[in-house]
């Protein structure tokens, strides 16, 4: 069974950064695509960052530049850099993997950032 289990949030004044870290299991488990979603209270869930296995990344426009997805193969894990941080950025990131049958959801972390 996929488990997908996210770290890394909290809470963090404007123009702080953080990182978030999606660990993916079991270890032979390959997805096309891992990404991280953000959903804010009362609005819908949006992708943030994705990258594919061959490692081409996608950002939301509102993050490009400060935001940034990586990965590291050997420990099946995918990471978010979180620079220059936003109150609008407050939401639960939530790690996602796209296998070619199924998408795969992490239980999300919180991430508040204060003005």
């Known amino acids: 069974q996929v488990h997908l289990v996210e770290s890394g949030g909290g809470l963090v004044q404007a123009g702080g950064s953080l990182r978030l870290s999606c660990a993916a299991s079991?270890?032979?488990?390959?997805?096309?695509?891992m990404g991280w979603y953000r959903q804010a209270p009362g609005k819908q869930r949006e992708l943030v960052a994705a990258?594919?296995?061959?490692?081409?990344?996608n950002y939301a426009d509102s993050v490009k530049g400060r935001f940034t997805i990586s990965k590291d193969n050997a420990r099946n894990t995918v990471y978010l850099q979180l620079n220059s941080l936003k109150p609008e950025d407050t939401a639960v990131y939530y790690c996602?993997?796209?296998?070619?049958?199924?998408?795969?959801w992490g239980q999300g972390t919180q991430v508040t950032v204060s003005s």
């Open positions: 996602n993997a796209k296998a070619p049958l199924q998408d795969y």
């Open positions: 079991p270890t032979f488990f390959r997805p096309d695509v």
């Open positions: 990258i594919t296995s061959g490692g081409r990344t």
